[in-house]
Structure formats: structure tokens, C-alpha cells
């Protein structure tokens, strides 16, 4: 689902899905999958390769290329594993072509949209296409489908689409690396929800991505499965078909969260930024607060009276909750926990923040 441009309401959306101004909870229900997808959980991957690339048969095959401007390029993709059309956005290097000759191949860096999915956010309204550092190195922008948790959904033990991990990992990543220029040098990035996809994939997948970012990520999930139930039943979506029941398929919710997988950060930068909930520096003096959503609030556990966004509050529990888990870990860990809210522009900042650390693992 395409999010309309930024209004005069606030621009948040509930836990790990910023959204812009998206349209109404009706209209966002109507857009849900009406069979939500399963997950299906990953082995770990060979250092530095695409976990199970699939054979040609099973392959995302372009059906639409199209050259917006001298740097912006975008993909429509036939996708076996969503089982429907995906869109990738590319922000590419001097000197690039989309079929590189001699074999040449580009650092890259993968940005992962909010939970709306909007894989135009990075050069619509972040304009990473301004920024120089940026011009030696290929960014890759997936789509994904409306509040797809970067995850091949459980679906109740049936499998099926959504297969949103299959989709950037098994799909997205070995077509770039065959046919557009990207290389083994990776790093993941996202804000909001994508931000708990670029931690998840990393650890999930260890030496596929080389350092990950994290902006307002949803980074504990277990930390708070109420949250995920009342996000998703807000948009009429069967929260259940995610990872299960939060007790009784506990091992699967486990096996996607960051904080349960920390042993594998060892040694790899990691960007965590976050804010508090509250009016910060970037929210305007007439910030609003986010809309209701019934189940969010823990009655044993309410938010402060100055408290605007739930949202952030709660991301920054599970923020503060992994910080430390990383360290032990032996993470190369850099925080920045801030005053704000659940709000695009702070992720700008955090992504340009993080940009040194994330380019010095791609060319160092």
C-alpha cells in the first residue's frame, strides 16, 4: 500500500509502521492479506551468501524496469514467494549499469521501509539521493507487503505467502548480485518496523550483512507481544498467523527476535537510535498525539501524561531492553537514544547519523 503525502495530522502509525498519513483503519484493513503468511524459520546461512537462493524456476522475475532519473531506478517484480507484484527502488553508484560488464559489482546497502512498506520514503521524503556519500555505493529499497514483519509468516503451521524474508533474502538479494551490480558487501538499515528487519536478518543470517541499523526499530517483540496483537487487530489482520501464539509458539517468536539472538552480533557494528515518546527537537509545537489503539497500553504499565507517541515509548523499552544484551555479546554497539516521537524525520537524522559506520563496513 502506497501512504499519501504527509498531512496536517501526525505522521505515525502505530508500533513499527510510520505511516505518512496513511488512509483510515478501514482502508488499511481492506488492503490486509486476507490469509496472512507463515514463517517459516531459516537455518543459518553459509557466511556471506543468500540463504537458500532458489533455482531459476522459483526466481522473482522482472516484468518492468524503468529509469526515473540518472541515478533512480525501479523494479516491479513477479514474486514467487509474496505470490503477487513487489516493487524495489535502486539508488545507484557513478559509473553503474544494469548490467555490469567485467563483473563489476558495487557495496550495498539494503534500506528496509517502516511497516507500511513504502520503499519510496528513502528518496521521496529522507532524499538520500542528495547525499554524496552515497555515490560509490549501490542502495537497495524492497518494498513490502502492509505490516509484513520481515518475516515468511507461520499462518497457523500452513506456510505460504507472505514470505517476506524469502522475498528479500532468497529474491531480492541474488537478483541484484546476478544482474544489477550489487555485491557481497552488505549492510541492512531500516526505520521502524525495517529497522527490527535489518536486525533480524542479521542475526538470523550471520555474514550476510556486514553492520545494521536501526532507527525507532521494533527490536523485542517478546518484550511486548501485546503490541504486535493490538497493531495487527487494528488493521483486521490475524495476529496469530505471524509467529503463533506468543506462549505456545514461543520458539518462533524467539527464533525472529533480536534480543533472543544476540550471541550472533558478535563483532558486528550495530546503529540503535530511538526516542522517548515525548515532544522532541523535529516534532512541531502543535504535535498531536497518535491515534488510539485499543490493547497498545498495558493497564499495569501506563504511559506518562506527557507521553505522545505509545508507540515510541514502547520502542524505546525494547531499545533500552537490548542495548545491553548487545554489549555482552560482544556487538560493536553505537546508541543514540533521544527525546521525539514515532516520526519520519527523526529517522533522517539517525540515518545520516549512522551512515559512517554503515559505509566504513561497506568499503572499509
Not at 149 to 163: E, V
Not at 345 to 359: D, F, G, N, Q, T
Request: charged share 20%; glycine share 10%; net charge negative.
Amino acid at each position: 500500500m502506497t501512504p499519501t503525502t504527509p498531512g496536517a495530522s501526525r505522521r505515525r502509525f502505530l508500533l513499527a509502521s510510520a505511516a505518512w498519513g496513511l488512509a483510515t483503519p478501514a482502508a488499511l484493513a481492506a488492503a490486509a492479506p486476507a490469509h496472512a503468511a507463515p514463517t517459516r524459520t531459516a537455518g543459518r546461512a553459509p557466511t556471506g551468501t543468500p540463504p537458500g537462493t532458489p533455482p531459476p524456476g522459483a526466481r522473482a522475475r522482472v516484468v518492468r524496469e524503468n529509469r526515473v532519473d540518472e541515478r533512480i531506478t525501479d523494479l516491479t517484480l513477479a514474486s514467487p514467494a509474496l505470490g503477487e507484484h513487489a516493487a524495489v527502488r535502486l539508488l545507484t553508484p557513478r559509473g553503474w549499469h544494469p548490467r555490469p560488464a567485467h563483473g563489476r559489482c558495487w557495496p550495498t546497502l539494503y534500506l528496509l521501509p517502516e511497516g507500511g512498506g513504502d520503499h519510496l520514503s528513502w528518496t521521496d521524503h529522507h532524499r538520500i539521493q542528495d547525499l554524496a556519500s552515497l555515490h560509490d555505493t549501490l542502495v537497495v529499497m524492497p518494498a513490502m507487503p502492509l505490516y509484513g514483519f520481515y518475516t515468511d509468516w507461520w499462518n497457523h503451521g500452513a506456510g505460504g505467502p507472505p514470505r517476506v524474508e524469502s522475498f528479500h533474502l532468497r529474491e531480492v538479494i541474488p537478483l541484484m548480485e546476478r544482474d544489477y551490480g550489487a555485491g557481497p558487501r552488505r549492510a541492512a538499515a531500516g526505520e521502524s518496523q525495517g529497522g527490527f528487519g535489518a536486525l533480524s536478518y542479521t542475526a538470523r543470517h550471520p555474514g550476510l550483512f556486514r553492520a545494521a541499523a536501526s532507527y525507532s526499530g521494533f527490536v523485542h517483540p517478546l518484550l511486548h507481544p501485546h503490541a504486535v496483537r493490538a497493531g495487527m487487530t487494528y488493521l483486521g489482520m490475524d495476529w496469530l498467523a505471524l509467529w503463533g501464539h506468543p506462549d505456545r509458539q514461543r520458539h518462533l517468536w524467539a527464533a525472529h527476535d533480536p534480543a533472543c539472538l544476540t550471541h550472533r552480533y558478535a563483532g558486528v557494528p550495530v546503529y540503535l537510535s530511538c526516542g522517548d515518546g515525548r515532544l522532541g527537537p523535529l516534532d512541531p509545537p502543535d504535535t498531536e498525539p497518535d491515534d488510539h489503539i485499543p490493547g497498545l497500553e498495558d493497564p499495569d504499565n501506563p504511559f506518562p501524561d506527557d507521553v505522545l507517541s505509545p508507540t515510541e515509548a514502547i520502542m524505546r523499552e525494547e531499545n533500552e531492553a537490548l542495548a545491553p544484551l548487545l554489549r555482552a555479546a560482544g556487538a560493536r554497539l553505537t546508541t543514540h537514544f533521544h527525546a521525539g516521537t514515532h516520526d519520519p524525520p527523526y529517522w533522517a537524522r539517525e540515518l545520516r547519523a549512522s551512515l559512517p559506520m554503515l559505509l566504513d563496513a561497506l568499503h572499509g
